[in-house]
């Protein structure tokens, strides 16, 4: 308006040239002559009064043309009513109202004449742009809404979470369903996203949500530890946003506004029988999403681009994907050197016994750890309550920790009998390894607390005639009381051979 101001004084004031106006202000002389041409036309009177607004003095001269409903009469006029109806859906906008209007009327409004049909002119938004480096960093996020497949069995809805994320620089995106936000769906999402960009990025980029972070820290957060591991396996550092940042993850909150605009939009009618039918769909969109041309990007597509900006610089995967099924943190070693996962016994190194360690469950494999040193590994076994025992792992000598041993146990079972001491002997030389029993032995000296000697000395007395020399079988008769029945030892010496006239005896075969 400043300029206009000056052209209208340079051509009505001072009766300066067009073109020597043009010079002087740096403007075309048909821009300068345009200028001149429209306040005649507007009727106003120079000079301007000094109450004259820049916004009167622009709408007295650029007066905007209002969109009449008859300037194409003989095409289809587009149903206002369903418009407003669809634009209050979610993820639902004038762009894709404009696509499904173009498909059933091939020959009607164009996109322009379509948008000037139904919106009116939006003044832009001002933002400044951070520039991403090329292969550092993936923005990881969920969208607050998602999809739904019906259950054929019972017809019940189940919710599906839309898990998007994007690479900065070129915003190449991956999406996909999951029927929850849990840890275990998080980091199986990342995987499959890493697989499906062929690459991995030197940073995620992801809320403070517990799936990814348990303890937030804008100076030194804690990965959830099924998380942390996921992002070592493939040595990715994960970078929590600060809280109510959006800006900080500004990527992937546009990526999840596109997938809700451009992938839940387009199904958002569909029905769906399974998760694997939701995904499926949701990756027929997602190539048609990273396939699209963008006008702000000269017509590149986000596939061309993450081609040439994040490909070349980000990481190469591992040869072998993430696997992890189970973790189970701060686990007490036992005295035998032992600790307890999922029904199991595993050894670990006999100087660990009373410290604790964490157990990671990767594919068939356990991993242990102390103070995030790897320690050992065993394969996965069946949950028996059996023992997996690592011969390197046994002391010395069978010489155990604080004062245990095969002796220390018998010596004090003996306190309490000879056949408890018998018992319990018994019950760990039936262990592959004297210290797997240690377990059980002790389990018989602690019915000490609750049952007295003589019952237990009873009990196992029991338990020693009818072979049955166990720590369940020592409880399991002290608990029924079987220690109170009597039982008469056999004694074959003293039995004589039955005699009946129907008998025939050993003589009778002999003869035959």
């Not at 387009?266 to 029905?271: G, I, V």
């Amino acid at each position: 308006m400043r300029k206009i101001r000056q052209v209208l004084e340079y051509r009505l004031s001072k009766k300066i040239s067009a073109e020597q106006t043009a010079l002087a202000l740096t403007l075309s002389k048909g821009s300068v002559i345009n200028y001149v041409e429209r306040f005649e036309q507007s009727k106003l009177s120079w000079p301007l009064p000094d109450t004259l607004t820049d916004s009167t003095l622009e709408e007295a001269l650029f007066p905007q043309r209002t969109p009449a409903a008859d300037v194409l009469p003989s095409l289809p006029q587009p149903d206002m009513g369903y418009i407003q109806n669809e634009l209050s859906r979610p993820h639902v906008t004038l762009q894709r109202l404009w696509e499904e209007y173009a498909e059933q009327h091939p020959d009607g409004l164009k996109r322009s004449a379509f948008y000037n049909f139904v919106t009116k002119n939006r003044p832009p938004e001002v933002t400044m742009k951070v520039i991403h480096k090329g292969g550092d960093k993936v923005f990881v996020d969920y969208s607050g809404d998602g999809l739904e497949y019906i259950n054929r069995l019972t017809g019940e809805l189940i919710p599906v979470a839309l898990f998007v994320c994007a690479w900065g620089a070129s915003s190449y995106s991956y999406a996909e369903g999951s029927e929850t936000q849990k840890t275990l769906d998080f980091s199986r999402s990342h995987v499959h996203a890493l697989e499906y960009f062929g690459v991995a990025p030197f940073a995620f980029v992801l809320d403070n949500t517990k799936s990814g972070v348990s303890k937030s820290d804008r100076y030194d957060p804690v990965a959830n530890p099924i998380y942390g591991k996921m992002a070592e396996h493939y040595a990715v550092a994960f970078l929590p946003t600060r809280v109510r940042k959006p800006k900080d993850k500004a990527v992937v909150e546009s990526a999840v506004l596109v997938a809700q605009r451009f992938i839940l939009a387009r199904l958002r009618d569909r029905q769906f029988f399974s998760l694997y039918e939701v995904n499926a769909a949701i990756r027929d969109e997602l190539e048609l999403l990273n396939n699209r041309p963008m006008k702000e990007y000269g017509g590149q597509t986000r596939k061309q681009r993450f081609e040439e900006l994040d490909k070349p610089y980000a990481q190469p995967l591992p040869k072998e994907p993430f696997k992890i099924s189970c973790i189970k943190l701060d686990v007490r070693v036992a005295p035998n050197y032992h600790i307890r996962f999922q029904d199991h016994y595993y050894s670990v190194p006999w100087h660990i016994a009373g410290k604790r360690v964490d157990v990671y469950q990767v594919g068939s494999i356990i991993e242990i750890y102390m103070d995030n040193v790897h320690l050992c590994r065993h394969q996965t076994q069946a949950p028996n309550f059996g023992y997996s025992t690592v011969q390197e792992h046994m002391p010395p000598n069978h010489a155990f920790v604080k004062g245990w041993s095969k002796e220390w146990f018998i010596a004090q079972a003996l306190s309490i009998g000879p056949a408890t001491a018998d018992a319990v002997a018994r019950i760990m030389s039936s262990k592959e390894h004297a210290q797997q029993g240690f377990n059980a032995a002790m389990g018989v000296l602690r019915l000490a607390k609750v049952y007295t000697p003589q019952r237990i000395e009873k009990a196992c007395q029991r338990a020693g005639y009818f072979k049955s020399i166990t720590y369940k079988a020592i409880k399991t008769i002290l608990e029924k009381n079987l220690d109170n029945q009597t039982f008469l030892p056999l004694n074959s010496s003293l039995q004589k051979p039955l005699e009946h006239e129907n008998l025939r005896g050993a003589q009778y075969y002999i003869n035959q």
